[in-house]
Structures are given as C-alpha cells and as structure tokens.
C-alpha cells in the first residue's frame, strides 16, 4: 500500500509542475499578445479622409510615392528605356516626377484636376538605408498609400516650433514630417552621406530612420512641401516606460503655464 501510495504522491507532485509550468506559459503568452496589441493600436488623431482639410496634399504624395517607389523595383529595365518627357534625373541621382490628371507614359492617371510634380531625392541611397533596417518598398506603399494611392495616415497633434505637419500610418510603422527646404537641403546635400555610412558601421544605431525624402510641387497652389519618411520610433516590441524629446537648443523651448510639454 505504502508503495502504491509513493507513487501517487510522485504522479500528483509531477502534474503539479506541469500544470504550473502550462500556467506561467500561459501568462507569457497572453502578456506577448497585450504588448503587441499595444504595439499595434492605431495612432491617435485626425484621420486623412476626405473630410481633411490637407487631402489633396496627402493624395498626391501618396501616388507620387507609390509611383517612385514601384519606378525603383523596374530601375534596370529603365535605364535601357530613352528617357521620358515626363520625368527628370538630376546630377546627384534625384528624380523629377510630372503627374497629369489624365496620366502619361510614366506616370498614371489621378483624381486631381491639376498637374503636380514629385521629386525623390537620392533614390538609391535612401534604398539601401531602407534595406539595411529591412524595410521593403512594398511594405512603405502599402503603409502609407495602398495600390490605389489612398492616403493611410493620421495627423498628429503636434506642437513643433516649426509649424511641420506629422503624419503617421494607420499601422504605426512609419512617420511623415514636413520640412523646410533649408532642412531638406541639409538632410540630402550634406548629412546623407555620413548617415549612410555611420548605419553601416553602426547596424544596431538608434538614430532616427530616414527612409526616404521627397518635394511635393502643386502648380495650382504654387507651393513647394518638403517631405521625410521615417520609422516610428514607438514601433517596438518591448513596452516604452519613458519618453524624453531631446532638443539640440534650450532657445524658444520654455513652456507657458499650464501648456503641455
């Protein structure tokens, strides 16, 4: 009796540590899960719809972007192409883009009623930072625009001294900002090169990502809107306890009493 009873015991003591161990098990996956729930939930603010007040800008940039991006995967082939009417290549590799409402060669047609242009500073470098964080060209067009060119984005609030407008993809994974052309022309004619270079001797950096730069042209508003596509910073697996938004200058940042910092 007593043998058998030892046995029971070492059965019911075995069941034991495997129930536990299915238990924390469990937990560890139902806590993934929240954290990735967490990681996905959509960004919050004004959704680009067609209720926006920057729609047409936001359009645009997304056909235009679709249109590079796509142009970039068929880039052998071109260059056995004459060149187009309707697209430009300066001397440092960017690319001018003519958009007309009923399409071109090139370009395809658009709801809009007006000509724009996109211009897609140093295509190729910008590609290969995108394949060294392993972010794909299809993975950008469907995050920010789809097949159709639909914009994907919500504007966030925003209290940047400089006015830019941030706008982030429905999935959290990349972030749009406005620039100055002062910004953009120090981001592509002299900050570019050493980036690239320091993310290929650094490939775990925790710099921001710049994913690509671009100049939107709308004739119809003779304006010019200066472009970059980052990556999301909160787009993390592990959850983010704090935040600090560092700033290379304490000139114009004090914060009025009572405003949000």
Do not use: W
């Not at 129930?19 to 924390?24: F, G, I, T, Y």
Request: hydrophobic share 35%.
């Amino acid at each position: 009796v007593s043998l058998f009873g030892g046995i029971g015991e070492m059965f019911d003591a075995v069941n034991a540590v495997a129930h536990e161990k299915r238990s924390k098990q469990s937990k560890l996956r139902r806590k993934i899960r929240r954290k990735l729930r967490r990681r996905l939930a959509r960004p919050e603010g004004a959704e680009v719809n067609g209720k926006h007040q920057q729609l047409v800008l936001c359009y645009a940039l997304g056909v235009g972007m679709r249109t590079a991006l796509c142009e970039d995967r068929g880039q052998q082939q071109q260059q056995q192409q004459p060149p187009s009417p309707h697209a430009a290549l300066d001397d440092d590799g960017s690319r001018t883009l003519v958009f007309r409402p009923e399409g071109s060669s090139t370009t395809p047609p658009h709801e809009l009623n007006h000509v724009f242009k996109l211009k897609v500073y140093a295509p190729s470098k910008y590609k290969t930072i995108r394949q060294h964080f392993g972010v794909s060209d299809e993975a950008l067009i469907e995050s920010i625009c789809g097949v159709d060119g639909d914009p994907r984005l919500v504007e966030l609030k925003s209290n940047a001294r400089s006015g830019a407008f941030i706008y982030c993809t429905n999935n959290g994974r990349f972030v749009l900002k406005t620039m100055t052309k002062a910004e953009s022309h120090f981001l592509n004619d002299q900050l570019l090169d050493a980036y690239v270079g320091h993310i290929a001797r650094n490939p775990k950096s925790l710099l921001t990502r710049f994913l690509g730069s671009f100049r939107l042209k709308l004739h119809h508003l003779q304006a010019h809107v200066y472009f970059v596509v980052m990556g999301a910073i909160f787009n993390l697996r592990d959850e983010t306890k704090y935040v600090f938004d560092l700033k290379g200058s304490s000139l114009g940042r004090s914060a009025r009493p009572g405003e949000k910092v």
